[in-house]
Structure formats: structure tokens, C-alpha cells
């Protein structure tokens, strides 16, 4: 043990740099080689991605206020329809209401036109029949009248003049009409 | 016998261009520095709104940095700090994952022992079992580090908050503690320009070099394939190393910068 450090304290040591073999060539080569990664890294990664990333943070936060605004609006747009519907709904019963109140006095229109129009038809037919009636009756009358009139001439076995024809026309008549 | 079978705590030079001479560590540097490159390049070439595929990869690391270091430096500084930070990490992580790869350390030129084959010059160092490295980092951080502390304070309020007596006090205790704070501040320019650099530089190297050490160590415990059994529980274990001396770096130097930016009556 004793002999090794002797001989080391005999020879120069050798100091940190020349130990690890640091001097300016070597130094200054590595130096150059970490500084090129630096400038590669910084210019074509850092720069870049960074710009990227915060591009991307305000895109995504410019879509989330989007989304907010639509979100909004799309509220509103429903409190519209839900107006505009309860609007329509409104003018809608409305309407309904009118056309039925229209349908119903129009309704009632056409019964009393359809009424009076019976009416007016049951009027004609009586008075149809009413005359009918007192033709019949007229030819009854006359026809009672003549077969009175030929059987009173059978019966009685005489011609029978006008005057009494007239006669006995009328007594029959008078009869009937009683 | 230790020592023959010894990692050398320095990068070993491999080829040479020109005047410089290129070590392992080196070659890795920019193997890991070309797959970084070509990451990113696939990643951002066509960056898209919806992202996919590597996109997605990217932007979930540098989101999760972001939001790392925005909750300890703070909303105001992160976007001009994060370049650097972030870039620690990525590249501490890459180089520390990539010096488990199978190969590093055991490829290379070497030459029969008593105890079999060894390779005295591997193919491939971990780069951060470089101290240049470490230091290149280290050394980065420092210039940025003063450059945010005099955006942040002011030159003036830079030299203030280093020396200027804290705690609102007045009249003669003032100036009694006027030396006092002088001294404190000039340990803290010590501390700035000596320590952490330092702190940083070896932490990193020490974790690393020992790491690598020790999977060269528990590999020649036993022969092929029965030292599998004693590599994998330490490869495991590497591998949390590896992260968490990438998150040691660029919290530290995170915290550093807060520290250095924060004013005095938000940090009292």
C-alpha cells in the first residue's frame, strides 16, 4: 500500500481536465453539438408546438364560447317557437271558435230557410189539396146534383124543367154543404 | 487488477478531422443529436391542428415540460426558459438511454489479457460520461442564467439582490451587516460561477461513468450467458438513472432560475 502511494506522490498527478481528458477542442465540439440541439429543439419543436398548442387552447375555447352562444340562442329560438306556437294556438282556438259560432248561426240559417222552405211546401201542397179538394168536391157537387136531378126525374116520371134542374141543383148543393 | 479492467474516465480519441481529434463520446453526441434532429423533423414537418403519430409523441413531452416547469418558474418566464430546460432533458435522457444500448463499452479496439479479451477503446462512450459534455451543459446554463437574471432584475437590481443587506432593516444595523451581505454575495458569486457549474458537471458525469462502470463490472462477474442474470436487475436500474439524472439537471437549474428571478418581496 505503502509503496503505491509513494510511487504516485513520485509522478506528476495528473490535474481534473487532463484526468478526464477536458480541453478546449473537445470542450467547444460538444458545446457546438449541444448548442445545434438547442436551436433545433427551440426552432423546429418548441416554437412550433408550443404555437400549436396555444393555437389549439384558443380554438378549443373559442368552440366552447361558440357552444355557449348556440346554446344560448337555441334557448331563446325555443322560447320563440314555444310563442310563436302558443300564439298560433291561441289564434288557432280562436279561429275555431269563429268558424264553429259562424258554422252554427249558419247552421241555424239553413234550418230556418230549410223550415220555411217546408213550411212554404206544406203551404203549397195544402192549398194543392185544398183546391183539389173543392174541385172535387164542385165536381161532386155537380155530379151529386145531376144524379139527384136524373133520379128525381125517374122517380117522379116527369121532365124536369131547367128551372126545376136549377132547383133542386142548389137544394142538393145547400144539403151537401150542410 | 481492478484497474486494468477499469472504464478510463476520459473519452477515448477514435479518428481524427482536421486538428480535432474525435472521441467516442463524440460519435455518440452526434449520432444522438442526428436522431433528435430527424425526430423533430418527422414530428413537425407537417404539424397539424389533430395531431398524429410522432406529433403526438412531441407534443406530449414538450406539454408535460411546459407545464412542469410553468408551476416552478411561473407563468412570466417558462416560455423563455423552456428552450433550454426542456432541451437538457431531452438530451440528457436520450444520451443516457442510448449509452444502455448493448455494444457501448464492449465494442471496440482492444487486446488479450490474462483474464480473456478487453477493450481498451470502445467504439462508443456515453456522452454524459464525458465530462466536456456535462460541462458544455453546465457552462450554457450559467450564460443563460446571468442573461435571465439581468432581464429579470435589472443589471442594477442583479447587483442589489446579490449584495444589498435583505430583511428591510435601517439605521446603524445597517451598517454594521453591510460587510456581512458583501461577503454573502460574493460566496454567492462563487457559488454561481464555481459551484453549481461544477455541481451540475460532475453530478451528471459521476452518476453516468459509475453507471457505466457498473454494467462493466456485474457483466464480467460471470461468463456469457449467465452474466445476463447479473446485468439485468442494474440495466433496470440504469434506466431510472438515466431519467432521473435528466430530471436532477433541468430541475436544478430550474430551481436556480427561479431563485434567481423571483423578487425580493415574492421570495420573503
Redesign the interface.
Known amino acids: 500500500m505503502i509503496p503505491i502511494i509513494l510511487a504516485a506522490a513520485e509522478t506528476h498527478p495528473p490535474g481534473f481536465f487532463e484526468q478526464f481528458g477536458v480541453d478546449w477542442p473537445h470542450f467547444l465540439a460538444q458545446l457546438v453539438t449541444f448548442l445545434i440541439v438547442l436551436w433545433v429543439l427551440k426552432r423546429y419543436a418548441y416554437k412550433p408546438l408550443l404555437d400549436m398548442l396555444e393555437e389549439r387552447k384558443r380554438r378549443i375555447a373559442e368552440s366552447m364560447a361558440q357552444a355557449e352562444q348556440i346554446k344560448q340562442e337555441l334557448a331563446k329560438a325555443q322560447e320563440a317557437r314555444e310563442k310563436i306556437l302558443g300564439d298560433a294556438n291561441k289564434q288557432a282556438q280562436q279561429l275555431i271558435d269563429e268558424a264553429r259560432a259562424a258554422a252554427a248561426r249558419q247552421g241555424d240559417q239553413r234550418l230556418q230557410q230549410a223550415i220555411a222552405q217546408a213550411e212554404q211546401l206544406i203551404a203549397k201542397a195544402r192549398e194543392a189539396t185544398d183546391l183539389d179538394r173543392q174541385r172535387m168536391m164542385a165536381e161532386l157537387k155537380r155530379e151529386i146534383g145531376r144524379l139527384v136531378i136524373d133520379t128525381t126525374a125517374k122517380v117522379t116520371g116527369k121532365v124536369l124543367t131547367p128551372q126545376d134542374q136549377q132547383r133542386l141543383a142548389e137544394e142538393t148543393t145547400k144539403q151537401l154543404a150542410a | 487488477m481492478a484497474a486494468e479492467h477499469a472504464i478510463?474516465?476520459?473519452?477515448e480519441p477514435l479518428f481524427s478531422i482536421g486538428?480535432?481529434?474525435v472521441?467516442n463520446?463524440?460519435v455518440v453526441?452526434?449520432v444522438v443529436?442526428l436522431a433528435?434532429?430527424l425526430v423533430?423533423?418527422a414530428?413537425?414537418r407537417r404539424?397539424k391542428?389533430v395531431?398524429s403519430g410522432v406529433?403526438n409523441v412531441?407534443?406530449f413531452v414538450?406539454?408535460s415540460l411546459?407545464e412542469m416547469l410553468e408551476g416552478i418558474i411561473g407563468p412570466h418566464f417558462v416560455?423563455r426558459t423552456?428552450?433550454?430546460l426542456?432541451?437538457v432533458f431531452?438530451?440528457i435522457l436520450a444520451c443516457n438511454w442510448t449509452g444502455l444500448i448493448p455494444g457501448f463499452g464492449t465494442i471496440g479496439w482492444g487486446g488479450p489479457t490474462e483474464h480473456g479479451f478487453h477493450v481498451n477503446t470502445p467504439l462508443l462512450r456515453p456522452?454524459n460520461a464525458?465530462?466536456?459534455?456535462t460541462?458544455?451543459?453546465a457552462?450554457?446554463f450559467t450564460v443563460l442564467w446571468m442573461g435571465w437574471y439581468v432581464q429579470a432584475q435589472g443589471f442594477g437590481g442583479a447587483i442589489k439582490h446579490l449584495f444589498a443587506p435583505k430583511g428591510g432593516m435601517h439605521g446603524a444595523i445597517l451598517f454594521v451587516l453591510v460587510p456581512i451581505f458583501i461577503f454573502v454575495g460574493l460566496l454567492e458569486l462563487v457559488s454561481i460561477f464555481f459551484v453549481r457549474p461544477l455541481g451540475l458537471t460532475v453530478r451528471l458525469?459521476g452518476n453516468i461513468y459509475a453507471g457505466d462502470s457498473l454494467l462493466e463490472a456485474m457483466g464480467g462477474v460471470l461468463h456469457f450467458p449467465f452474466n445476463v442474470l447479473t446485468l439485468l436487475p442494474f440495466y433496470f436500474m440504469e434506466l431510472l438513472v438515466g431519467i432521473v439524472q435528466a430530471l436532477v439537471f433541468m430541475l436544478l437549474c430550474a430551481a436556480f432560475t427561479t431563485a434567481a428571478i423571483m423578487h425580493e418581496e415574492e421570495g420573503h
Do not use: C, K
Open positions: 478510463p474516465t476520459h473519452a486538428p480535432l481529434a472521441t463520446s463524440m453526441t452526434w443529436t433528435i434532429v423533430v423533423q414530428g413537425t404539424i391542428l395531431p406529433q412531441l407534443e414538450v406539454e411546459y416560455r423552456l428552450p433550454f426542456a432541451t431531452v438530451f456522452t464525458d465530462v466536456n459534455m460541462m458544455a451543459m457552462i450554457t458525469f
